[in-house]
């Protein structure tokens, strides 16, 4: 097992019970208490966690909106498609990230990718910026993105969502309409190969659409229960999306769609 498959398992059995003990992570992970307490150590550094004498706690910033968010609907596989889209996502680059559960874990990954800290210009004796941008309009990342000192976090304002964490309407638009984003990484609510992607509320449809428009790249991460869905509001057409990053359950006829629409099917 990897470090970054370890430290994405303690982070998952620290967030289900709030607190660890190195003997238990140990045994649940087949490793020595040396190893884990070295993760926890490192953990903590980038306040992903919250060191005690035999373990860890959960950093309360980070965790309690999350948490809450937290579903655990095709939870392995939201978390392979974000360990996934974190991988291609380059140091530097300005993120852009809608509210979802898929988006949320995608969050996490990104943040467990880039907590080495922040990137350097080659020979600079100075740091050249932060490892990564996030723009957001989702509280719940923001929270959990904003204790992280090698990402920048950028939240568009707006008004609260209380369902969703998501901030909408003019103030969301102004920002957004100020910003340039190397990638948008979108979650939507269905994929249809005729009318696009989509969303259950139009203001938030119309806020993710504005974040398409706002970027060079444009990926959807979805699970494939959400592929032939329609849902109220359309966010674009199939042909403003890149990349769509999806569970292996995707019907084979639905992928041969998307992918004669233009739009690259990754797998995971």
């Given at each position: 097992m990897s470090k970054h498959e370890r430290?994405?398992?303690?982070?998952?059995?620290?967030?289900?019970?709030?607190?660890?003990?190195v003997e238990e992570a140990a045994t649940a992970l087949d490793v020595s208490a040396a190893t884990i307490?070295?993760?926890?150590?490192?953990?903590?550094e980038q306040q992903l966690l919250v060191r005690t004498r035999g373990g860890?706690?959960?950093?309360?910033?980070?965790?309690?909106?999350?948490?809450?968010?937290?579903?655990?609907?095709?939870?392995?596989?939201?978390?392979?498609?974000?360990?996934?889209?974190?991988?291609?996502?380059?140091?530097?680059?300005?993120?852009?990230?809608?509210?979802?559960?898929?988006?949320?874990?995608?969050?996490?990954?990104?943040?467990?990718?880039?907590?080495?800290?922040?990137?350097?210009?080659?020979?600079?004796?100075?740091?050249?910026?932060?490892?990564?941008?996030?723009?957001?309009?989702?509280?719940?990342?923001?929270?959990?993105?904003?204790?992280?000192?090698?990402?920048?976090?950028v939240t568009t304002g707006g008004v609260a969502r209380p369902q969703t964490y998501e901030l909408v309407g003019p103030l969301t638009v102004g920002v957004l309409n100020e910003v340039v984003l190397d990638v948008v990484i979108l979650g939507v609510d269905g994929v249809d190969p005729e009318l696009g992607v989509m969303a259950h509320q139009e203001d938030e449809a119309s806020i993710?659409?504005?974040?398409?428009?706002?970027?060079?790249?444009?990926?959807?991460?979805?699970?494939?229960?959400?592929?032939?869905?329609?849902?109220?509001?359309?966010?674009?057409g199939l042909d403003r999306i890149d990349l769509l990053v999806t569970d292996t359950d995707i019907a084979p006829e639905t992928a041969l769609q998307l992918t004669e629409a233009g739009v690259e099917v990754l797998t995971v």
């Open positions: 430290w994405n398992t303690l982070l998952e059995l620290l967030a289900a019970s709030g607190k660890l003990e307490r070295r993760d926890l150590d490192e953990l903590a860890a706690v959960v950093h309360g910033v980070s965790y309690e909106l999350p948490l809450r968010y937290k579903s655990t609907r095709h939870a392995p596989e939201k978390r392979r498609i974000a360990e996934a889209v974190a991988d291609l996502v380059a140091p530097g680059e300005v993120v852009g990230l809608n509210g979802g559960t898929t988006t949320t874990e995608v969050a996490r990954a990104l943040a467990l990718r880039f907590a080495s800290g922040r990137t350097e210009a080659p020979g600079a004796a100075v740091p050249a910026g932060p490892a990564l941008t996030v723009v957001t309009n989702a509280l719940n990342i923001a929270g959990e993105l904003a204790v992280r000192p090698q990402i920048k976090i993710s659409r504005l974040f398409a428009e706002r970027a060079s790249r444009v990926v959807v991460v979805t699970d494939s229960s959400k592929m032939g869905r329609r849902a109220f509001a359309r966010i674009c």
